[in-house]
């Protein structure tokens, strides 16, 4: 018997925490919502290390200054690849060019 992995929607997620801080007892809050007690701990872990920012499905979310450091390296890296390319561009013409010069 296999188990398939269901997903919650971050709104279940904030308020299936909501209702185990009321209830002040995670356990009894997760029989309420047939949920595993170990899924409320670890959301409430998220929303506690990302606060406004918590993760959709259990994957660490990056905050908006990762998500720019992480879209400025991947220009970066495409800057440095358009460079090389047309340096090796430069160097296939530049040497045709002086094919034909001496022809």
């Not at 009321?22 to 998220?46: C, F, M, P, T, Y």
């Not at 506690?48 to 499905?57: L, W």
């Amino acid at each position: 018997m296999s188990k398939t992995k269901r997903s919650y929607r971050a709104a279940f997620k904030r308020n299936a925490v909501k209702l185990s801080e009321e209830k002040d007892n995670v356990a009894k809050a997760a029989r309420e919502l047939s949920i595993g007690a170990q899924l409320i701990h670890r959301w409430k872990k998220e929303q506690d290390e990302y606060q406004h920012n918590s993760p959709g499905h259990g994957k660490a979310k990056l905050t908006d200054e990762q998500r720019g450091i992480v879209r400025l390296q991947k220009e970066l890296c495409d800057a440095k690849m358009e460079s090389e390319i047309l340096k090796k561009a430069i160097g296939i013409f530049s040497t045709s060019d002086s094919k034909n010069l001496s022809s």
